[in-house]
């Protein structure tokens, strides 16, 4: 147990529609970092936020969008779903940027879009 | 544009030692190395991290050479619970921070 916790565990959509994940993350972690993880792949970094604002952002469009709350918990949201947006979406919660601090990761939210 | 490249597959058997290796030749001077541990339908767990010649813990042992192009993540006396995907992670900073994982090692242990 990592202290990091997700939701919803599963979802299905539908294409074109909105979706919106959940990371609280762990007590006194003030970055989150998000990553999707297609079936035997690695996890492919999204975006990350430090202290309500984006620090990093990966190779991903602009209809994934997040957001981080002044608890530092994070949401989140893909707008247009696609059928290649179906993948596991990790976040991760650390306690300052950079990859030299260890990443504590959730369990995960199985998201599939039909 | 940083990467890393990691075999695809290991097979050992329990009480073995496995040694993966992963190839970051694009290394940054500043980065470290981070290996992670990851079992079916879970989130990635933090195994060791190094920045250069070998660390040391309860788990495992990173290896890396002077030059940081390589790494290697040493598991001594294998059991079956360490069938898990291995991934090693370093950093970027080409346009704007983010951080690459490798494609992982599925590792195999037989009894």
């Known amino acids: 147990e990592t202290g990091v916790t997700q939701s919803p565990t599963h979802l299905i959509k539908t294409r074109g529609q909105q979706v919106t994940l959940r990371c609280s993350s762990q007590?006194?972690?003030?970055?989150v970092s998000w990553y999707q993880q297609a079936l035997g792949q690695g996890p492919q970094f999204i975006f990350q936020y430090y202290r309500e604002e984006e620090n990093g952002r990966g190779n991903f469009p602009p209809r994934f969008s997040g957001l981080q709350f002044p608890n530092y918990s994070s949401e989140l949201n893909v707008n247009a779903l696609e059928l290649d947006d179906s993948a596991l979406y990790l976040c991760?919660?650390?306690?300052?940027?950079?990859?030299?601090?260890?990443?504590?990761f959730g369990p995960g939210t199985r998201l599939t879009v039909l | 544009l940083a990467k890393t490249t990691q075999p695809i597959s290991m097979d050992s058997y329990e009480g073995q030692e496995v040694n993966i290796t992963c190839s970051h030749n694009n290394i940054a001077t500043n980065d470290y190395i981070t290996w992670y541990q990851q079992f079916p339908s879970q989130g990635p767990r933090f195994i060791i991290q190094?920045?250069?010649t070998k660390v040391t813990n309860e788990v495992a042992s990173l290896f890396i050479p002077a030059d940081r192009k390589s790494s290697t993540l040493s598991l001594p006396r294998v059991s079956l619970s360490d069938t898990a995907v291995y991934y090693c992670?370093?950093?970027?900073?080409?346009?704007?921070?983010?951080?690459?994982f490798g494609a992982g090692t599925r590792l195999f242990v037989k009894a």
């Open positions: 190094g920045y250069k």
């Open positions: 991760a919660s650390s306690l300052g940027t950079g990859p030299q601090n260890e990443q504590f």
């Open positions: 007590s006194g972690h003030n970055t």
């Open positions: 992670l370093v950093g970027d900073w080409t346009g704007g921070f983010k951080t690459i």
